[in-house]
Every structure is written in C-alpha cells, then in structure tokens.
C-alpha cells in the first residue's frame, strides 16, 4: 500500500510539475508583453528591468558636434541703395519662405550641416544614378518624385492608410510651398529623389539606399534629412476621429498668446511630460520611474482613447520645465515643446532630425539641458535648475531665440528645402520628364497641383504613366 501510495503522489505532482512549466512561460511572456504594450502607469521598476530595450536603442546614443552652428553669420548689403547690412529680423522676415540665397545662409548658419554630410557621403560613393532610384523598391509610406523646370512632380506613392496618405501629402504640400516662394524659381536644379514618411528608414529600406527621411540614425549616412509633415500641419487620427493640431505657426501662436501673460517664474516650477508609454517602454517608463516620487514631478503617462492625463500642446507651456523622450524612433513633438519658454530636458537622442544640429547642451548658447538616456541624473539636473532660476530661465530665452524665433520658422524651413534640393542635385543624375508609351510621348509624373484634386483612395497607391 505504502509503495502504492508513494507512486499515486509522483503521478500528481509530476502532473503539478508539468502544469507549472507550462504556465510560468506563458504568464511570463504575458507580463512582458502587457509591459510593452500597455500605456498605463502600472508596472513595478524592476518589470521595467527586464523589458527588452527593443527599437529604443537605449544603451546608444548619436553624439555629433558642428562648429559653424549658432555662430553668427557675415552681414552683407542687399544693393547698393541701402546703407545698413542685411540682417535676419524675427517678426519682419520669420514667415518669408521666399529668402534669397544670401539671406538663407545668412539668416540660418548650421542649418544646412547634415546636407552638406550627405553630399559628401555620396560624392565618395559614386552619386546617386537613375538606377539606384529603379533599385530601391516603394512600399507603404513611400514616395517618388522629381522637380523639374521648377514644377513638383508626383512618379509614384504608396500608402498603408490615411496616417500615412497625410503625413506624405503634407511633406509634398511644404516642399510645394518653398518651390512657389523662391525668387529663382525656373533656375531650381531638376531633381528625382525618393522619400519616406515612416518613423524608422529601416523598415522601409535597405542599408546603403538614398533616401529623404524625417530622421536618422548616424550609421544611416546614406539618407538625407527633411522637415517633418507638422510643420505644414497635423491633424491626428485616433480611432478614426480627428485630433487637429494644426499648422505649426498656428501652435506657436496659440503659445505666444499664453505666454503673452505668463513670465518664466510665474510658470509652473516643474518637469512637465505627456506620452504614450508603449512607443518606447523602457525608455519612457524609466522616465516615469525616476520621476515619480519627487515634489517636482508632473510627468504622467497619456491615453489618447480617454485622453486620460491630457493636456493641449499650449498648457505644456505652463511649465517652467518640458521633459523629451524619442518614441519608435523620433519623437516629432520636439519642435511643440521647443515653442515654449521653457527648459527642455532630454535625453541623450540616438536620432538626428533636420534642426537638430542646433541643439546646444552647455555654454553661453545652451538652449536645452541632457540627461542619461536612463535619466539617473534627472534629480540632480532638476535640483540645480530649481536652485538656478536665473540660469533656468537663461537657458529657456536661448531656446526661444534659437528654435521659435529663428530655426524652426516657416522661413528657416523654405530655406532648408531649397538648399537640400541644391545639394541633392550636386550628387544625383538629373531626371528625364518624358518617355515613350505605346509609341506616345508622356511626362512620368504628375504635376503636385493636380495630384492634389485625386480622391484619397487614388491617392493611397499612385503610378503615373
């Protein structure tokens, strides 16, 4: 009976055994997944810990330096009748996409860095050909086009969606916008160039391609930057509704209305952050982490769907500090916070944006301050500037000199596409307009104003011919 017994009991608990193997793994890879996935501000730091650092990167960061950026530039006369030099003027020539070339260079020094980096990258490499563009295959979130004779063409998009058919209407919309403005118009180089509207080059291309994108990595030294779609206007998709943002002059004015009334020391003596936590987990919980029990925190997680913890891109502005984290790869919410004067605090950024150049971390030109991608730092970095009002708010005007009041204005951003289109072309086969089909002469692309009155369903997947 005894020995009967004794094998009755391993039976059970050989079946406990098998059942707790089963369902450990499971439970635990439901856990992770919930921590990824989940925009709630309810997973203990240590889960945090064991979160893969995914798409986030985060143990690498981009580090680069530009000597020629925020240093004045030379003045020079415009003509002959005029006795004082030329000079940027923020409220006379901020909305005028229409700058010369002089005035560009003169207005925006180290703007144009990572252009001149893509030239010379491909300028080592042989150019870029006709069929180098044919090699690179479009897919959702891509677009081809070209300028010729000063027209914007449209040869061939794909889109996954409405998100996707916006934020490349929009790119289109701001490159048509500095094209009609220029004052050299019919002298613009004819060019046929390829661009991405995806958060990350690499799930739509390949290493090596050439390719306009809203943001890279440094090993990504193929690919030249260009302005984000906001700086046209957003509106975003949640559920299917609309959640208008905007033109991006359109938030800078909503902000310099608030601020109107508001000085620096009136704001809100804390660190402000909104975010949906599952576009990076690790990197924007251990925000959350760090933050949490500190007098200066008002960093919360956002649920868009509720809008549970929402505030308006405006109301950041309230606050004397704005916290920045990258998301999937980019965080374009960058230039809102950079409307406000405010302190903007970010970690250090693994992507590069077209402005990005300018950001200046110390000195008499700091404009933001860093912190360690894990933000282990960010309570000694915040206990100094609350014991530094002056040197906080220093570092808050230098921004607003910097970014709102010269770099990401409607004329720095004119300014920006017309200059990558003359350093694109300096290293790219120029395009041909016409071919032949069926024996009949026909232009391969659609001109932009015309691309403007197809549907959206004949837009989300276009090929002329």
Not at 61 to 76: H, M, N, Q, V
Not at 84 to 97: H, I, L, S, V
Not at 404 to 412: D, Q, S, V
Request: negative net charge; hydrophobic residues 40%.
């Amino acid at each position: 009976m005894l020995a009967n017994a004794g094998s009755c009991l391993s039976g059970k608990g050989g079946r406990i055994l098998g059942l707790i193997s089963l369902c450990f793994p499971a439970a635990l890879i439901w856990i992770l997944w919930y921590a990824v996935n989940s925009d709630r501000d309810d997973v203990h730091p240590i889960l945090n810990q064991l979160i893969p650092a995914g798409h986030c990167a985060c143990q690498t960061a981009t580090i680069f330096e530009c000597s020629s950026c925020l240093e004045p530039a030379p003045e020079f006369v415009v003509n002959a009748t005029e006795i004082e030099p030329w000079k940027f003027e923020y409220g006379r020539d901020d909305r005028n996409a229409g700058l010369s070339e002089q005035q560009c260079w003169t207005s925006f020094p180290g703007l144009f860095e990572d252009i001149s980096r893509g030239a010379r990258y491909w300028n080592e490499n042989g150019g870029i050909s006709r069929q180098a563009l044919d090699s690179v295959k479009l897919v959702a979130g891509m677009t081809r086009a070209m300028i010729f004779d000063g027209d914007l063409y449209v040869v061939s998009t794909k889109s996954k969606g409405e998100d996707h058919r916006r934020k490349i209407l929009a790119s289109l919309s701001a490159m048509h916008r500095a094209l009609a403005a220029a004052p050299d118009r019919r002298f613009m180089p004819n060019i046929e160039f390829i661009f991405s509207v995806e958060d990350k080059a690499s799930d739509v291309t390949g290493i090596g391609d050439p390719m306009w994108v809203f943001a890279r990595r440094a090993s990504e030294a193929s690919l030249f930057l260009m302005p984000d779609f906001g700086y046209w206007a957003w509106d975003n998709i949640i559920d299917g509704k609309n959640n208008e943002i905007g033109a991006y002059e359109d938030v800078v004015e909503k902000v310099r209305d608030l601020e109107s009334e508001l000085d620096f020391s009136q704001k809100e003596d804390k660190l402000v952050w909104r975010g949906k936590l599952s576009f990076a987990p690790k990197l924007r919980r251990a925000l959350l982490n760090v933050a949490r029990s500190h007098d200066w925190s008002a960093v919360k997680e956002l649920n868009w769907r509720v809008k549970r913890n929402f505030l308006t891109l405006e109301d950041h502005c309230r606050f004397q500090y704005i916290a920045h984290v990258e998301g999937r790869s980019y965080s374009a919410s960058l230039k809102y916070r950079q409307a406000c004067r405010s302190v903007i605090i970010a970690h250090k950024l693994q992507y590069i944006q077209h402005h990005h150049y300018l950001l200046s971390s110390h000195g008499s030109t700091q404009n933001y301050v860093e912190v360690e991608r894990d933000f282990q730092d960010l309570p000694a970095k915040m206990e100094h500037l609350l014991a530094n009002p002056a040197e906080a708010e220093r570092i808050a005007d230098n921004s607003v000199k910097t970014f709102r009041e010269r770099y990401l204005t409607l004329a720095a951003e004119a300014c920006y596409w017309r200059n990558l289109w003359g350093g694109y072309a300096s290293i790219a086969e120029k395009p041909e307009l016409w071919t032949e089909v069926e024996g009949k002469r026909v232009k391969r692309g659609l001109r932009y104003e015309t691309f403007l009155l197809l549907s959206s369903k004949e837009m989300l997947e276009f090929g002329y011919s």
